[in-house]
């Protein structure tokens, strides 16, 4: 829940093999201590994923050179999530992106408001504030080859009341790559909103689809094909 207080809720493996089961479109998986440990997120996980996983899936975490994400996608990850060393170090995109094509980076936005409620990215899990504007940082991510953003609102998130909608369709209006809206959705109706008001490309859930009830208990869920066909009025 906003970046903290962590809850372990099962093994991510088994989660992959229900989630096969319930025909989820695609998987993020991000180690969110990898940087803060100086170390990358596990290569032989992501090979257990790629062995188990019937969908495209994304991996990040402390991701810092090309040979990691030559790993990485040898391991089975269609897709590499970049987010702290991309701050770093922005050049680094565009060569991950020349050398593995756009469609194969994702750059990871993670807002926060400041004390003067202007919103600006953190980085390092949430913990370190950068003075970067979200949206001159996802405009300058889409110059150096970023095929995809994935923009979470820490305080949205785990949450369960919603996206940051209007921290989404600012940045979807100044970039013409997908984004991805992530952090607070609690209800179906949240992916319309994201996609249909604030103009998302697609959505991404965490606690939504692990926790059920009024009580949260943990029960890995995903939407069935018809509700999502009825949401979108796609019928």
Do not use: C
Request: net charge negative; aromatic share 8%.
């Amino acid at each position: 829940m906003k970046f903290r207080d962590y809850t372990y809720v099962g093994d991510p493996i088994n989660a992959v093999k229900i989630f096969n089961d319930l025909r989820a479109d695609e998987l993020v998986l991000v180690d969110i201590l990898a940087t803060k440990e100086n170390r990358v997120i596990d290569l032989d996980f992501v090979r257990q994923v790629g062995d188990e996983a019937n969908m495209p899936f994304a991996v990040g975490g402390g991701i810092q050179t090309i040979q990691q994400i030559k790993e990485l996608i040898n391991a089975g990850a269609e897709k590499v999530v970049l987010n702290t060393y991309a701050l770093q170090n922005p050049a680094f995109v565009k060569a991950a992106a020349d050398e593995f094509g756009s469609s194969t980076i994702v750059v990871a936005i993670d807002v926060k408001k400041n004390f003067w409620r202007k919103a600006q990215v953190y980085t390092a899990g949430g913990s370190r504030a950068t003075g970067h504007d979200p949206v001159a940082w996802a405009q300058q991510m889409e110059a150096n080859g970023a095929g995809e953003l994935l923009v979470t609102s820490i305080e949205h998130d785990g949450m369960m009341q919603g996206y940051d909608l209007t921290l989404t369709r600012t940045i979807a209006a100044a970039v013409s790559i997908p984004v991805v809206a992530a952090g607070g959705a609690g209800q179906l109706a949240d992916f319309k909103l994201a996609v249909e008001e604030a103009h998302a490309s697609a959505v991404a859930a965490g606690s939504l689809f692990v926790y059920h009830g009024p009580r949260k208990a943990v029960l890995v869920n995903y939407p069935k094909n018809d509700e999502l066909v009825n949401l979108f009025n796609l019928a």
